[in-house]
């Protein structure tokens, strides 16, 4: 490990730690369509009407145009289910069919919201099962360090399946099923088993079900727990966390910077939707993936490896306040040198080592060169190889395996076994390269390390004196400008009126705060 000024890496967190400070007022302050939805979800609504719409938008849509969301989807269902006796789902069916209007159950004060316990309960209790038979699965056995994760997405549940299975026989012990093209700006969230899609897959909660039975069962033969990712980020964060903390996802990409700078989203609306996501995935024991990687493919990894290191920091700190473990924080990052760089090895290398030393506990997802591959796959060989040295020579845990053709189309099963022998001959070939290997104090790797992390501390005060709101708006990510009042979803941003509660939330979080907070 890298041996850096501890006060320097303290005046980042504390930095840090103001920033998301700050934006926590914003998230406190308000709810979102996507958080009601999932509200709902959580109380056991599930299902579509007979257009195909979603119960959960059914019912908000309703609350929208009749009522006033601002005083949130438990204010009305409570006193509905109480007074009714029906389910929360029954009622939603019931609002579909135009048969209830949710809204007269309006009341000028606070509800009582424990008369939902009884629907909340069992699906918190689904949650608690799920996690503890991935950890029941997991417990005394050694993973793969790194683990190595390779992706499906052919836009066919059944053939991402067959694919994952094939990918599981030859070593992988992470599959990450890709999303369709798009279904980050949707609004909603499909239902059903899908077959069509582009460039991935619709993240449904039947498509999550039926890849986590498929892997189980693989994951039986090959005699390991294998993991399963999909996407958490985009206008649903915190329904497919919820969806993916019934269906017992182990990993999801969660990072709402990721939505804001390459998907436009609106700011304030998915760092909202992020907190609800993150305490989702914490109460799951679900390990998030944040996005820093992509920062590098629209800005130079060498100029610009500073703005990595400071989203870090910052990332870290918003899944702290969702109570989330250090464990399950798999900070993002990515081999993206320019390859004609001399030293370009070092210097990735550098980096890689400055967040392994930075950030100890974290699993870290490291990222394969993708701004730089080609059609030159012997090329492309090297570059991976040079990644996959750099992965476990400075102890990555999350090992994203690059692909040999993915620069020109959706790698072929060829492609991703070949990626998988590279892999596992320089995992052997490495393995003790931590132990054997001791750093020149005053050489180039250690220097480039000291260099990025002052850089980043100066960019953390920046920010933590604008606001992060600002340094959004001023390009500090990725050289991409976002402003607070640009992005899709900003029309489904509420604030809280004074009635507003979220006891799915709220009991979430007393669990954390017991777990993690003593």
């Not at 609350?63 to 269902?77: A, M, P």
């Not at 990894?301 to 899944?319: G, K, L, P, R, Y």
């Not at 570059?383 to 750099?390: G, H, M, V, W």
């Amino acid at each position: 490990m890298l041996k850096l000024d501890s006060k320097i890496v303290e005046s980042c967190r504390e930095a840090a730690r103001v920033i998301a400070e700050d934006v926590q007022k914003t998230i406190d302050a308000h709810t979102t369509d996507t958080i009601e939805r999932t509200i709902l979800r959580l109380l056991g609504v599930d299902g579509a009407d007979a257009f195909d719409v979603p119960l959960v938008n059914v019912v908000i849509d309703h609350i929208k145009e009749k009522g006033d969301l601002s005083k949130g989807v438990v204010h009305y269902l409570a006193n509905a289910v109480a007074e009714t006796g029906a389910t929360p789902k029954a009622l939603a069916l019931a609002i579909a069919e135009g048969d209830v209007d949710l809204t007269r159950y309006d009341a000028p004060e606070k509800v009582d919201a424990s008369l939902l316990d009884d629907a909340m309960a069992p699906m918190l209790q689904t949650i608690k099962k799920q996690r503890l038979k991935r950890l029941s699965a997991l417990k005394d056995k050694t993973a793969s360090a790194p683990e190595k994760y390779v992706i499906v997405a052919t836009g066919n549940i059944h053939e991402d399946i067959e694919q994952a299975i094939s990918a599981v026989a030859l070593g992988a012990d992470i599959i990450a099923v890709i999303r369709t093209t798009g279904q980050s700006l949707l609004d909603y969230v499909p239902e059903g088993l899908t077959r069509e899609g582009f460039g991935g897959t619709y993240a449904t909660q039947d498509n999550i079900r039926l890849m986590r039975q498929a892997l189980d069962d693989a994951g039986k033969e090959a005699g390991r727990y294998v993991k399963l990712v999909n996407y958490a980020s985009g206008l649903c964060m915190p329904e497919i966390a919820a969806i993916g903390a019934l269906e017992r996802l182990d990993m999801m990409l969660n990072d709402s910077l990721y939505g804001i700078i390459f998907r436009d989203i609106n700011m304030k609306r998915t760092f909202i939707d992020q907190y609800f996501s993150r305490v989702i995935s914490a109460y799951a024991d679900i390990t998030i993936n944040t996005g820093e990687d992509n920062y590098l493919t629209t800005a130079d990894a060498f100029d610009e490896a500073h703005t990595v290191t400071a989203s870090q920091f910052i990332n870290e700190q918003f899944a702290a306040k969702a109570h989330m473990d250090r464990r399950l924080m798999g900070l993002g990052h990515a081999y993206e040198i320019d390859p004609e760089k001399e030293n370009s090895f070092l210097y990735e290398y550098a980096q890689a080592l400055l967040a392994r030393t930075v950030f100890p506990d974290a699993p870290l997802k490291y990222m394969p060169p993708t701004k730089y591959m080609s059609g030159d796959i012997f090329k492309g060989v090297a570059q991976n190889t040079l990644f996959n040295i750099a992965t476990v020579a400075t102890g990555q845990k999350i090992h994203l395996l690059g692909m040999l053709t993915e620069a020109i189309h959706t790698p072929f099963m060829s492609d991703r076994a070949i990626a998988l022998e590279n892999a596992d001959y320089v995992e052997r070939a490495f393995r003790g390269f931590q132990d054997a290997f001791i750093l020149n104090p005053d050489g180039l790797i250690v220097e480039r390390a000291k260099e990025v992390l002052a850089e980043a501390e100066s960019l953390l005060h920046t920010i933590k004196a604008e606001g992060m709101f600002a340094a959004i708006a001023k390009g500090r990510f990725a050289n991409v400008s976002r402003t607070l009042a640009q992005g899709k979803g900003l029309s489904g941003v509420t604030p809280k009126h004074a009635v507003y509660q979220n006891p799915v939330m709220d009991a979430m979080l007393t669990t954390l705060k017991e777990e993690n907070d003593g």
